[in-house]
């Protein structure tokens, strides 16, 4: 009785991700908003973003406060790092490529040699990588006498 009460948790704790189909572990298990079982990658995949420094997962609310430019020629935004400051900053239609609107964002750094760009010309930073950022433009600032990044 207690093995037949137990074989149902272990079920609904592994199987296939309703989404991809793809087999997925315990500590793997998600919910979307059906209340279906999601995997990590699906998860990550259309709810989160990943991170242009660490390579992990972000959360959606946090991928709107900075950007980084990779590729200044996409965009014409020089290539650097930047707050947003008003909103609507980007404007991306159904086909072709996107612009981010210049009077919308404000430069506070260099793009560092940790910041990968080979997937898109912007990036976005996790929360993480955000405070990372901020407290090095900040210092780096500071040093050579500038306005610091508030």
Not at 81 to 86: D, M
Not at 90 to 97: D, H, S
Request: charged residues 25%; hydrophobic residues 35%.
């Amino acid at each position: 009785m207690i093995e037949q009460a137990f074989v149902p948790e272990i079920i609904e704790e592994t199987g296939a991700c309703s989404w991809c189909e793809e087999d997925f572990e315990t500590e793997e298990l998600s919910k979307d908003a059906d209340g279906d079982p999601i995997c990590s990658e699906c998860y990550c995949d259309n709810f989160h973003f990943t991170c242009c420094r660490c390579r992990s997962c972000g959360a959606v609310e946090d991928q709107h406060n900075y950007v980084v430019v990779f590729d200044p020629t996409e965009h014409e935004v020089p290539r650097g790092v930047y707050r947003v400051i008003a909103a609507p900053y980007y404007c991306q239609p159904i086909t072709g490529g996107g612009w981010l609107f210049s009077h919308a964002l404000e430069r506070v750094a260099d793009v560092s040699v940790d910041m990968s760009g080979e997937d898109y010309p912007v990036g976005h930073l996790c929360i993480e990588c955000q405070r990372v950022v901020i407290e090095a433009a900040v210092l780096h600032d500071w040093e050579h006498g500038g306005a610091a990044v508030g």
